[in-house]
């Protein structure tokens, strides 16, 4: 069973032409599935002939900012903040307070020429073979600093080394949040991090959590 509604908090200058005239709207949804409560919310901002809209989904702080006294609708983006699709969270409850938001800057590395002409000797057969064998034990720390799926994106130790040795180079730069991003990345990341409490790795699975019954009932009232 699903139950849908509206709340309409108005008209508003979306164009920025100085006429209030766009339709701005939130829709929350609370549908059974198998006994769990799922509770969901979009924001909605309509072109002035409401034929069409906009902007609209996950919009709900921005339709919210242009009402800043409206108290019912800053409430709504309240529990949508905290109990939106409350049926796929990435973290159990002990994980709730982590900052998996925080935006982390990565850096690649890739190889370097030295790297490449010493690869090329080796597929040759001209490396004399004490050569040949700390060469591939030097690949092997190359390979997992580069292309390797976990690889770091950060100055380890051993990336240290390889750059100082001239193996590897720098590549890109990248930010993500550290919610996507697994700790043999970087030390901040928290993608797998396991629940100090429980042991739940992070993002592994959608977890479910249920609503408190005042906050359905409050829900049910808009």
Known sequence: MKTENKYTLGKC???GDGRPNCTAKLTWTLEDRDGKIRFSMSGEIWQPDGRDILAGGQ???TVTALFPNDTRAARMAEVWRR???NDCCPGCEHQREWNTAE???LQHFTWSPKFHAT???AEAGTMPPEEYARW???SAHVMRATINSAA???ETPVVKELLKAGWIIPGKIETKTAGWIYETEHPQGLLCKPCP???YKYGTAWKYEEIPPEILAEIRSW
């Open 13 to 15: 200058d979306y164009n």
């Open 59 to 61: 919009c709900v702080d």
């Open 83 to 85: 109990w939106h699709m």
């Open 103 to 105: 935006e982390i800057t």
């Open 119 to 121: 690869r090329k000797e």
């Open 136 to 138: 591939k034990e030097i």
């Open 152 to 154: 770091p994106k950060h």
């Open 197 to 199: 409490v429980c042991g």
